[in-house]
C-alpha cells in the first residue's frame, strides 16, 4: 500500500509493475538483468482518489496518462530493480501531493495611483499623435 497523506493511499492490487531491460550503466550485467521499472496504475478507475484531487491529477499528467485512463511511469536511474520500483513510487507520490494542493483564488487587486496615472497619460500622447495626422479645416 502506497500512502500519500493521511487520507490518501493507493493499494498495492491498483499499481502493476513491468520490468524491462534498462540501458545506461551497468556493463554485461545490463543485458541481463531487467532492471528499469514501469508502474502502471489505471486512474480512470481508482477509488483511492477524492474526486476534486483526481480532475487536478488528470489536468496536471495530462501528457503522461493514457487514452484508456493509464498513469505510465518509468525510472532507470539505478542498477537495480527495487530501487527503481521506489523511484517510481516516489515520482508518484509526488504528483498526487501536487494534486492534492488546492489552488488560491486570485483577489483582483486594486491599480495603483501611479500606474493609473501612466495609464492616462500614454492614452493622451495617444491621442495627440493621431490629432497631428488630422487634417485642418480652419480655411
Do not use: Y
Not at 27 to 41: D, E, I, M, T, Y
Not at 55 to 61: K, T
Not at 81 to 90: G, P
Not at 98 to 122: H, I
Amino acid at each position: 500500500m502506497l500512502e500519500i497523506a493521511p487520507m490518501i493511499w493507493i493499494p498495492d492490487g491498483e499499481l502493476h509493475w513491468t520490468f524491462v531491460r534498462a540501458g545506461g550503466p551497468g556493463g554485461q550485467n545490463v543485458n541481463k538483468v531487467a532492471s528499469k521499472a514501469v508502474l502502471r496504475w489505471s486512474v480512470a478507475g481508482s477509488q483511492s482518489l477524492p474526486d476534486d484531487v483526481k480532475a487536478r491529477f488528470c489536468v496536471q499528467q495530462r501528457g503522461r496518462i493514457t487514452l484508456e485512463g493509464d498513469l505510465i511511469i518509468s525510472s532507470q536511474r539505478f542498477r537495480d530493480q527495487q530501487r527503481n520500483k521506489d523511484d517510481c513510487l516516489e515520482k508518484l507520490r509526488d504528483m498526487i501531493v501536487q494534486a492534492s494542493l488546492t489552488p488560491k483564488k486570485r483577489k483582483a487587486g486594486k491599480p495603483s495611483r501611479a500606474s493609473r496615472e501612466r495609464r492616462m497619460q500614454v492614452k493622451r500622447h495617444h491621442s495627440e499623435i493621431k490629432k497631428s495626422r488630422r487634417v485642418s479645416t480652419d480655411e
